[in-house]
């Protein structure tokens, strides 16, 4: 049986990975979930970390908290899925721990690295398409959401936060794809399925 690719969608708050998550899933018959929250303990993780309220969590622990939602993600979800032969496609992966907790946290990537490629045990994914928007759009953006823990960090944060995802893909050109956020739904739902369909020959 042939393995199934693991395709993650980066990006910043606002940039649209959420809608083209489900649409690719959606085309190539694949495994929708997201990082945090794809198993019920993630759900828990995730409503912690997310809730404004929570003021007091530390960066180290908040790392600790992504890794152990990935480790239970991948092992409960992930692997099983891609050694059934299915896709999957990811809101989020290990990649934005790196941005955000070693980048915007400033950690430091190579430490939050360590902690998960643990938690993966070797399950990396395949392809990452990074989905590139202007900060002025995706402030627009935002206005019309309720904004959670993250969303209401400040512009140094998630200037950070970018400029890490766009270190690590120039640093694994082979794994990213990075692609323009702004065209309507439609023609960026089409350049990703080619973009993934070169990369992976899948769709």
């Given at each position: 049986m042939t393995r199934g690719k693991y395709v993650a969608f980066e990006g910043l708050e606002g940039c649209g990975k959420s809608t083209h998550?489900?649409?690719?899933?959606?085309r190539l018959g694949a495994v929708a979930t997201r990082e945090p929250g794809g198993t019920v303990l993630g759900s828990a993780l995730r409503s912690a970390m997310?809730?404004?309220?929570?003021?007091?969590?530390?960066p180290r622990a908040e790392a600790l908290l992504m890794a152990a939602d990935r480790a239970q993600h991948v092992a409960e979800v992930v692997r099983p899925a891609l050694e059934a032969g299915r896709h999957v496609v990811s809101d989020r992966s290990v990649y934005s721990s790196l941005a955000y907790q070693g980048h915007g946290r400033e950690l430091g990537e190579a430490?939050?690295?360590?902690?998960?490629d643990w938690a993966l045990d070797g399950t990396w994914p395949d392809l990452v398409v990074l989905?590139?928007?202007?900060?002025?759009?995706?402030?627009?953006?935002m206005k019309k959401r309720e904004l959670d823990r993250f969303e209401r960090e400040d512009r140094a944060f998630f200037e950070r936060v970018h400029a890490g995802f766009l270190a690590m893909a120039a640093a694994e050109?082979?794994?990213?794809?990075?692609?323009?956020?702004?065209?309507?739904?439609?023609?960026?739902?089409?350049?990703?399925?080619?973009?993934?369909?070169a990369r992976l020959g899948i769709g």
């Amino acid at each position: 049986m042939t393995r199934g690719k693991y395709v993650a969608f980066e990006g910043l708050e606002g940039c649209g990975k959420s809608t083209h998550v489900a649409r690719l899933a959606e085309r190539l018959g694949a495994v929708a979930t997201r990082e945090p929250g794809g198993t019920v303990l993630g759900s828990a993780l995730r409503s912690a970390m997310l809730d404004p309220a929570n003021t007091s969590l530390s960066p180290r622990a908040e790392a600790l908290l992504m890794a152990a939602d990935r480790a239970q993600h991948v092992a409960e979800v992930v692997r099983p899925a891609l050694e059934a032969g299915r896709h999957v496609v990811s809101d989020r992966s290990v990649y934005s721990s790196l941005a955000y907790q070693g980048h915007g946290r400033e950690l430091g990537e190579a430490a939050v690295r360590r902690i998960n490629d643990w938690a993966l045990d070797g399950t990396w994914p395949d392809l990452v398409v990074l989905i590139d928007v202007p900060f002025e759009v995706l402030a627009e953006r935002m206005k019309k959401r309720e904004l959670d823990r993250f969303e209401r960090e400040d512009r140094a944060f998630f200037e950070r936060v970018h400029a890490g995802f766009l270190a690590m893909a120039a640093a694994e050109p082979a794994r990213f794809a990075i692609v323009d956020g702004t065209p309507p739904k439609d023609a960026l739902q089409d350049a990703v399925a080619a973009t993934v369909a070169a990369r992976l020959g899948i769709g």
